[in-house]
């Protein structure tokens, strides 16, 4: 569903030392550092806020875990290292009669979530976000007009969620006063004209232009995106990797 997903954090090597302390835990792919990226797994990235690009507040991300074992690895893991418990490890049937999860929070105060259940993804990553927006209908019209283009679609809604699903994953939009703030998403497409109809149709419905549709080869040759911006101000990508 997602091709990836970026953070902005106030300080970058206090954001790399919780990542890599808890995510090598769930038998992550080593992660790749460049300017001014810092990515784990493919879909999972940071980066330094500045002046012009705020940090990313209240977010929840839920990474996969091979086994309920590593996810009591997963917090373990952040506990030891003196950062702050979320949730202990345990089963949240509430989610689903298989769920087994254990939280902490990152330097930003981000909730960070390894899962195990009966769909879990690929080890390391990302099982589901979870975003609280101010108006939950404004985020589902939204999302409902991008899903033709990112590869997933519309599932339930609940009094106070709605739930978006791809082949592997699931983003909810939670009602709350405090919403997340500075979220990237992008999802994959798979050619270039599917990334410039989604922009042709986002911005024609009267949502915010963030960028055209094009090549962009600071991140990789052959990258091809737009972005649109969501009701509560969230960088949304649809893009196409042409290699």
Not at 228 to 237: A, C, I, R
């Amino acid at each position: 569903m997602l091709d990836h997903i970026t953070i902005r954090v106030t300080d970058r090597a206090a954001s790399e030392l919780f990542y890599d302390t808890v995510l090598r835990t769930l038998s992550s792919r080593p992660n790749v550092r460049h300017d001014p990226y810092t990515i784990w797994n493919g879909d999972f990235s940071l980066v330094q806020a500045d002046d012009e690009t705020a940090v990313t507040r209240r977010l929840h991300i839920g990474f996969s875990a091979p086994s309920r074992e590593q996810v009591d690895a997963f917090w373990q893991a952040g506990v030891d290292a003196g950062f702050r418990d979320d949730g202990r490890p345990g089963p949240r049937p509430q989610y689903g009669p298989t769920y087994y999860g254990g939280f902490l929070l990152d330097p930003d105060g981000n909730s960070a979530e390894a899962v195990h259940h009966d769909t879990t993804n690929l080890p390391g990553r990302i099982d589901h976000l979870w975003i609280r927006v101010a108006d939950v209908a404004a985020a589902r019209a939204f999302y409902e007009a991008v899903a033709p283009f990112g590869g997933f679609r519309f599932n339930r809604e609940l009094p106070d969620r709605v739930q978006f699903v791809g082949a592997t994953g699931s983003v909810s939009f939670v009602a709350g006063e405090a919403r997340a703030e500075n979220v990237h998403l992008a999802f994959e497409a798979p050619d270039d004209g599917t990334v410039d109809a989604f922009h042709r149709a986002l911005t024609g419905a009267g949502y915010r232009d963030n960028g055209p549709p094009g090549p962009r080869p600071q991140y990789h040759a052959g990258y091809y995106g737009a972005f649109v911006l969501d009701p509560d101000g969230n960088n949304v990508e649809v893009v196409h990797h042409n290699q």
